[in-house]
């Protein structure tokens, strides 16, 4: 975006050297001014990135554990081979984002996400965690969002906060045929993937193959359904946490050498700009001095 | 088989999360006080209708709330 915005006015600037006296002057301090501003965003984003990197390591460590935690809460839907009940009812979407952007794509990638989802099957609601995604899809999808939070990806994601967003999803007054959780799925350092977890109904459950080798309650099930909601709440927050730190990273880090660049450049644009009015100067001064000679 | 929390009216992740507060709170003053940090949240919500946004609320309050109410407004949720 900087370089775009950029470009333009550095065509502008190169034409005008050509142009009477006066005027040079004013773009060499154009220029000086120019790079100063871009030297300091440079210095922001270098520091952001800094940050982002201290902060990724303890990120990419909560994700491993709670991939971990996720796929052993998992482990009993995939071996009670339980599958989401095709009902006429609406499906539930949660999409974990974060309030915070400079972070590459990763936003617009799940919102592009949940709209090709909508598109393809309109009988959705949707459930939003995070400001971005709620600004985006706030635009398009306004009419299917149910809830919205607020405040989440501060820091690494705590159980408490899973536990608190999966309550209140559970305390919505309508009954939902499937629930599936959409986060973006960390591949490497540079590629995620919006990716989606289920998490099943009571009726899904119950009607699951394999699940009477599980010998549990009937009427536990429904704490089981809480809990695992909650558990794959915790492992998408997590996992996209990391994902969001990894990006901010490398969008930071692509802005600093963006920003070299541009510095470089307008370093040897300044230095041409002040030799060429020193030159124009001794021109002057020479010519003047020749034709006071010859009176 | 009908627990008492559940009677309550609180969900079982609340149960957990009182239990696991309580479990936080019991320890060591040095293991407590990082073991606190685990159960903050400070999230915000807002509920939306008709594709227009309802008033931001705290999440923990509104949930204490909502089990007070299932409770039948008798039993204090934390």
Same mark, same amino acid.
């Given at each position: +975006?900087?370089?775009?915005?950029?470009? @333009?006015?550095?065509?502008?600037v190169?034409?005008?050297?050509a142009?009477?006296?006066?005027a040079t002057?004013a773009?060499?301090?154009?220029i000086?001014?120019?790079?100063?501003?871009?030297r300091?965003?440079e210095?922001?984003?270098?520091t952001?990135?800094i940050?982002?990197s201290?902060?990724?390591?303890?990120?990419?460590?909560?994700?491993q554990?709670?991939?971990?935690?996720?796929?052993?809460?998992?482990?009993?839907?995939?071996?009670?081979?339980?599958?989401? !009940?095709?009902?006429?009812k609406?499906?539930l !979407?949660?999409?974990?984002?974060?309030?915070?952007?400079?972070?590459g794509?990763?936003?617009?990638?799940?919102?592009?996400?949940?709209?090709?989802?909508?598109a393809e099957? @309109?009988n959705?609601?949707?459930?939003?965690?995070?400001e971005k995604?709620?600004?985006?899809l706030?635009?398009t999808?306004?009419k299917?969002i %149910?809830?919205?939070?607020?405040?989440?990806g *501060?820091?690494?994601?705590?159980f408490? #906060?899973? +536990?608190?967003?999966?309550?209140?999803?559970?305390?919505?007054?309508?009954?939902?045929a499937?629930v599936?959780?959409v986060?973006?799925?960390f591949?490497?350092?540079t590629?995620y993937?919006?990716t989606?977890? /289920?998490?099943?109904?009571?009726?899904?459950?119950?009607?699951?193959p394999?699940?009477?080798?599980?010998?549990?309650? #009937?009427?536990?099930l429904?704490n089981?359904?809480e809990?695992? !909601?909650?558990?794959?709440?915790?492992?998408a927050?997590?996992e996209g946490h990391?994902c969001?730190i990894?990006?901010?990273?490398?969008a +930071?880090?692509?802005?600093s050498?963006?920003?070299?660049? &541009?510095?470089? *450049?307008?370093q040897?644009?300044?230095n041409?700009?002040?030799?060429? %009015?020193?030159?124009? /100067?001794l %021109?002057e001064?020479?010519?003047g001095?020749?034709a006071s #000679?010859? &009176? | 088989?009908?627990?008492?929390?559940k009677?309550a009216?609180?969900?079982?992740?609340?149960?957990?999360?009182?239990a696991?507060?309580?479990?936080?709170?019991?320890?060591?003053?040095?293991?407590?006080?990082?073991?606190?940090?685990?159960?903050?949240?400070?999230?915000?919500?807002?509920?939306?209708?008709?594709?227009?946004?309802?008033?931001?609320k705290n999440?923990?309050?509104?949930?204490? $709330? $909502?089990?007070?109410?299932?409770?039948?407004?008798?039993?204090?949720?934390?």
């Amino acid at each position: +975006m900087l370089s775009r915005a950029a470009r @333009p006015a550095l065509r502008a600037v190169a034409t005008r050297p050509a142009a009477p006296n006066a005027a040079t002057y004013a773009t060499l301090r154009e220029i000086e001014g120019r790079l100063k501003s871009i030297r300091n965003i440079e210095k922001i984003t270098n520091t952001m990135k800094i940050v982002a990197s201290t902060k990724l390591n303890r990120a990419q460590r909560a994700m491993q554990d709670s991939r971990v935690y996720g796929a052993t809460s998992n482990a009993v839907f995939e071996s009670a081979e339980t599958k989401a !009940l095709e009902s006429d009812k609406k499906k539930l !979407l949660i999409v974990c984002s974060s309030d915070k952007g400079l972070c590459g794509g990763i936003h617009s990638g799940l919102s592009r996400y949940i709209r090709r989802r909508t598109a393809e099957d @309109p009988n959705v609601e949707l459930v939003l965690i995070g400001e971005k995604v709620r600004a985006q899809l706030g635009r398009t999808n306004a009419k299917d969002i %149910v809830l919205s939070f607020a405040g989440a990806g *501060k820091d690494i994601p705590t159980f408490a #906060e899973a +536990m608190n967003i999966a309550d209140q999803i559970i305390l919505l007054p309508n009954e939902y045929a499937d629930v599936e959780i959409v986060y973006n799925k960390f591949i490497n350092a540079t590629s995620y993937e919006p990716t989606s977890v /289920e998490a099943f109904s009571e009726e899904a459950i119950a009607a699951s193959p394999n699940f009477s080798a599980f010998e549990v309650d #009937e009427e536990l099930l429904g704490n089981l359904r809480e809990y695992a !909601l909650a558990n794959s709440l915790y492992h998408a927050l997590s996992e996209g946490h990391a994902c969001e730190i990894s990006a901010r990273r490398n969008a +930071m880090d692509n802005a600093s050498k963006n920003a070299g660049e &541009m510095i470089n *450049k307008y370093q040897i644009l300044f230095n041409r700009t002040r030799q060429a %009015v020193i030159t124009g /100067e001794l %021109v002057e001064i020479i010519t003047g001095a020749t034709a006071s #000679e010859d &009176m | 088989m009908v627990f008492a929390w559940k009677a309550a009216g609180l969900t079982y992740n609340r149960y957990l999360a009182v239990a696991a507060r309580a479990v936080r709170r019991s320890l060591k003053e040095e293991k407590r006080l990082q073991a606190e940090r685990r159960g903050e949240q400070e999230l915000r919500f807002a509920k939306w209708q008709n594709g227009k946004m309802g008033e931001l609320k705290n999440l923990g309050e509104a949930n204490a $709330a $909502a089990y007070t109410q299932a409770a039948g407004g008798s039993a204090p949720a934390s």
